[in-house]
């Protein structure tokens, strides 16, 4: 999502209410750097504009128990997306310099790295930056400047409601990322992460475990086997779909990934690999927008020779969960209901042959 432009004072202005705090009273120096005098070019020569760009730096300071295991969560390695590149391509492509492979991680998916002040303090460099609370640091970081900076054109911003149809039902009740996700989704745990299914993330049951029981009130839930579908298939709604990406190397040497086309879709497709964490017969799917060559136009790049080892739709933990939806309005809103199971007919020419893995090529027959 594109991020709000606003005036260099909307983005950088420190309030006198900032000097009372306990990180106001250590004073700018203390983490920035620079020097104490009155001559503002001499001041800044030696300013560190970031000082939580590495976990290592002042946070650790005070805060060493947090970002020793926040330096290896994937929130600040974004190992996941290096992990893309070494699937898609072969393991170690992002050490060769000069790559065109390494030119777009460096250059476009290392924006989404983060620190600690691009959430408790500021808003993230990929969102535009700036001071999200005047310099305030939030315990709780906002999720519509933080949360939403990275997130928003998936999860957070279907959570939202800025995204498809509806708004997730926990949004509209109040809930933060924060009230499902336990901190160390955020701050890791010490482990090296190496995806984002990696951690322990929040399930339904952990609030919901009553509806899944052969005592139920619901009683579809009483009729489907608990490991028959993941419950966004009946709960969730429509998501974000993006479709043939291309990345272009810009003027100021940054490379930009631009989609061939968006699309707000509902699929439900076959689980290719049931683990206990996800023992699913039927998911809910999201399609990501890589295809063979979409970094064949970097230099040193080319197409990706892994490409058809991996789906392009992919397991989607929709976040726009609603009692209500249009495919649990009755039995056969989904029994028999051709157009939200993936199928042949929604594949495109461009799109990876392990698509042919998650094809429901028998749906649910209608209930008479």
Same mark, same amino acid.
């Given at each position: 999502?594109?991020? #709000?432009?606003?005036?260099? @004072?909307?983005?950088f $202005?420190?309030?006198?209410?900032? $000097? ?5 009273r250590l004073g ?8 104490n005098?009155?001559d !503002?070019?001499t001041?800044?020569?030696?300013m560190i504009?970031? #000082? ?14 947090i ?9 600040h ?6 992990n ?5 391509v072969?393991p170690g492509?992002?050490?060769q ?7 777009a991680f460096d250059n476009?998916?290392y924006k989404?790295?983060?620190t ?11 969102y535009?930056?700036g001071?999200h ?17 990275c997130?928003?054109a !998936?999860n957070?911003?279907e ?8 708004r997730d039902?926990h ?7 924060k ?11 010490g ?8 951690v322990?993330l929040p ?11 052969a005592?139920s009130?619901?009683?579809?839930? !009483? ?19 993006c479709?043939?990406?291309?990345a ?13 086309a968006?699309r707000? $879709?509902?699929?439900?497709g076959l689980?290719p690999?049931?683990?206990p964490?996800? #023992? ?9 927008p ?15 020779p ?9 397991y ?5 969960i609603?009692r &209500?939806?249009?495919?649990n309005?009755s039995?056969n ?6 157009? @939200?199971?993936l199928g042949?007919r ?13 094809l429901? &090529? ?7």
């Amino acid at each position: 999502m594109a991020a #709000p432009q606003l005036e260099g @004072i909307d983005k950088f $202005l420190v309030t006198a209410d900032f $000097l009372n705090t306990s990180h106001g009273r250590l004073g700018c120096i203390a983490c920035h750097g620079g020097e104490n005098v009155t001559d !503002r070019e001499t001041a800044h020569a030696t300013m560190i504009p970031r #000082p939580s760009y590495s976990p290592e730096g002042i946070c650790a300071d005070c805060h060493g128990d947090i970002t020793g295991t926040f330096a290896v969560s994937i929130h600040h390695t974004v190992q996941g997306m290096a992990n893309f590149f070494d699937n898609f391509v072969h393991p170690g492509i992002l050490d060769q310099e000069g790559s065109g492979f390494r030119t777009a991680f460096d250059n476009n998916c290392y924006k989404c790295h983060s620190t600690c002040g691009s959430c408790h303090v500021s808003r993230p460099v990929a969102y535009g930056g700036g001071l999200h609370s005047q310099h305030q640091f939030a315990k709780t970081p906002p999720m519509g400047e933080t949360c939403f900076g990275c997130h928003g054109a !998936r999860n957070a911003g279907e959570y939202m409601g800025v995204v498809g149809f509806t708004r997730d039902v926990h949004f509209e009740k109040g809930m933060h990322c924060k009230d499902c996700h336990p901190k160390s989704n955020f701050h890791g745990t010490g482990a090296v992460e190496q995806y984002m299914y990696d951690v322990d993330l929040p399930n339904c049951t952990d609030c919901h475990g009553q509806m899944l029981t052969a005592g139920s009130p619901i009683e579809a839930h !009483r009729s489907h086997p608990a490991d028959l579908m993941n419950c966004q298939v009946c709960h969730a709604g429509a998501n974000n779909n993006c479709f043939d990406c291309h990345a272009t190397l810009q003027p100021d040497g940054s490379v930009a990934g631009v989609a061939g086309a968006m699309r707000i $879709l509902f699929k439900i497709g076959l689980n290719p690999e049931r683990t206990p964490e996800r #023992p699913y017969k039927y998911m809910t799917l999201r399609h990501i927008p890589t295809v063979i060559d979409t970094f064949s136009s970097l230099v040193g790049a080319g197409d990706l020779p892994n490409y058809h080892q991996f789906p392009n739709w992919k397991y989607s933990p929709t976040h726009n969960i609603q009692r &209500r939806t249009i495919q649990n309005e009755s039995c056969n809103s989904c029994h028999g209901n051709q157009f @939200i199971f993936l199928g042949e007919r929604d594949l495109r020419e461009s799109d990876s042959e392990a698509n042919q893995e998650l094809l429901v &090529r028998i749906i649910p027959p209608p209930v008479p």
